[in-house]
């Protein structure tokens, strides 16, 4: 639930394609109390949504406000031409993971252009079908719409009503923009995780025990699984390969630099340095916690006995405070019975926080 | 603090270069009742560790039964010759970053390979100096030690009990070994996290808009020091650009594989399919807390109010149940007050949690 939110009433909705994602929005549509029909060529897979409370089964109803595609990459184009055939004054939208060519193609099989407007949600899970759909999977993520050259103003508004009814938070940017930014912010770094995750695979064990947060970190995502990651990769194959083109050219001016200077030439590592340099400034871009800037909070770190029980006493302690917290880490000394706890406040209230957690008796480090 | 462990008794250690690491050793080993001298070429930073408790200036006193060398990389090699000249029965260690061109260097000056051991303890701030050493700086760290071909057993053995006192766990293995381990898990992963981060410097501010929890971890280490890391990965040049290399290869080979699936050849994703689960394989080889691999836990994800105390009052309702947590994230969703705290627990601990929070009223999700 999202009980903060208003929520806009729209008019029948069709959700074609009952999978994960179209029941999800199916069942968020249905919390705000829109009217739902659900459409799948795997009538099954409708029979359990519709048994969830997502709606009912589509049938010879007057033509919805909204049509929802939410079919796999590969069948969108032509399930979304087919449909702006089938209902002439809808606003027809997806849900895909990459727009541009999803949007030309179905253009180029008919749909028109001014009731056409791509959409995605960012969200998902690990796992697929009707069955594993939740009202409460859009809520408070972003949404991306991204309109035709040409799509009237009221469809845009109809896409945007549609995400804010899920819960979701809607964005507006070109379909080509959506898919290079995808791909510089999600495609291309995954394919990177994995990357250096694989360098690991021959690696002796001594070198990986070794191991600490950064690469931990750095690896997360390459636990993904890999069947969907093809899918998204195939289907943006050409922004992604441009990303992964710009980094493969400063690894290689690094590596060269590191080459020159494992040669004895020792000015080459200003090449390098310039390149940790640009990473620095990169990394201040990124939006941290309610689009703040993550370098204006500072950390207090925390020694933990790993008990049950201790972070539930430091988290109590914090909550009697006056302080917010920003964020929270927690990083595992390996193989100990310890954890270090990075808290992230305000500057201001390092020092209130500190001396509150030292006065309760914790170990607060540095 | 370290209660919980053993100390060693060991004869007095001299510390040549009181800076921030040589300084917090001296401290830590006084807080274990050891005996220390020190010595700096900057009598200032001696005289302000001194100060601080961390032993004595160092004068005409019986030889040492170890000497620490920590001093800057490039001065290593000619401080461990010299205090291997100096005292004849000593055992000599560093504390370098960077452990095989240091000791081949010190032996070509004359040092004593019997007597000479290799050191890395892996720990840091990102300030630097005598005053800004702690003596706990070293706690629950692992400290690498890396004997010469022919370092003798009681030379050893004195390391290891160095670490140990100093509250660091020591890991043995060779010079090279470490060199090539540091590169492949740290060294090369900071470079390819600032490449990554510095793709964003140019980017529409739009696109870095979109990014999520994936590329903020995958960025995380770009924002340390530059100046600290452009030492270390000109000492170890060779390792990291090998590793560099490695990954070079491999998303060349992915980037023509997407280039071919964009001009219609389907078939050549399967390189990158090859690659996601080469990546999900290396990944599983890190080592989790305990040394547990980290797929061997599930997580319980909550959504929560953005509000002081709502993390103190999750923790203490975990506190309250049999669970014991293994790993806590908490993922902020873009501009919102809200945030989902993932909590990472035993895969038979998940259902347990989950009724117990959702009894307290708290949002669980999936």
């Not at 007057?62 to 087919?82: D, G, N, S, Y």
């Not at 909550?319 to 000394?333: A, K, P, S």
Request: charged share 20%.
């Amino acid at each position: 639930m999202n009980p903060g939110r208003s929520v806009a009433v729209i008019g029948p909705v069709l959700i074609i394609g009952t999978g994960l994602i179209g029941t999800s929005i199916a069942l968020s549509l249905r919390r705000a109390g829109v009217e739902v029909l659900l459409e799948d060529l795997d009538s099954e897979q409708a029979q359990v949504a519709a048994g969830m409370g997502a709606g009912n089964i589509a049938g010879s109803e007057a033509e919805p406000a909204i049509v929802v595609v939410a079919v796999p990459p590969r069948h969108a184009a032509q399930v979304l031409a087919r449909a702006s055939d089938d209902f002439p004054f809808a606003t027809i939208t997806d849900v895909t993971s990459v727009k541009e060519r999803v949007l030309a193609e179905a253009c180029d099989l008919g749909a028109d252009p001014e009731r056409l407007v791509g959409g995605h949600p960012m969200a998902g899970r690990e796992v697929s079908g009707a069955a594993s759909a939740r009202p409460d999977l859009l809520d408070d993520r972003l949404w991306i719409i991204t309109p035709t050259e040409v799509t009237q103003a009221k469809h845009q508004r109809a896409a945007h009503q549609l995400a804010v009814t899920c819960g979701a938070y809607p964005v507006e940017m070109s379909a080509a923009e959506h898919d290079r930014a995808v791909a510089l912010v999600s495609h291309a770094p995954q394919l990177l995780s994995s990357v250096l995750a694989a360098q690991l695979v021959d690696a002796d064990a001594a070198y990986v025990q070794v191991a600490g947060q950064g690469l931990r970190d750095m690896t997360r995502i390459a636990g993904s699984e890999s069947a969907l990651w093809t899918d998204i990769l195939g289907v943006n194959a050409a922004p992604v390969a441009d990303v992964l083109d710009g980094v493969i050219y400063d690894l290689q001016r690094a590596a060269r630099a590191l080459r020159a200077v494992a040669a004895g030439e020792c000015a080459s590592i200003n090449v390098v340095t310039e390149e940790l340099q640009r990473g620095a400034i990169g990394r201040g871009r990124i939006p941290g916690k309610h689009g703040a800037s993550p370098s204006t909070y500072m950390e207090v770190a925390v020694m933990l006995a790993d008990r049950p029980g201790e972070l539930g006493r430091l988290f109590t302690a914090v909550g009697e405070t006056t302080v917010n917290l920003e964020d929270v880490r927690i990083e595992h000394v390996l193989g100990r019975q310890s954890g270090l706890v990075e808290l992230s406040v305000q500057p201001d209230s390092v020092t209130t926080l500190e001396e509150a957690l030292r006065s309760r008796g914790f170990d607060v480090r540095g």
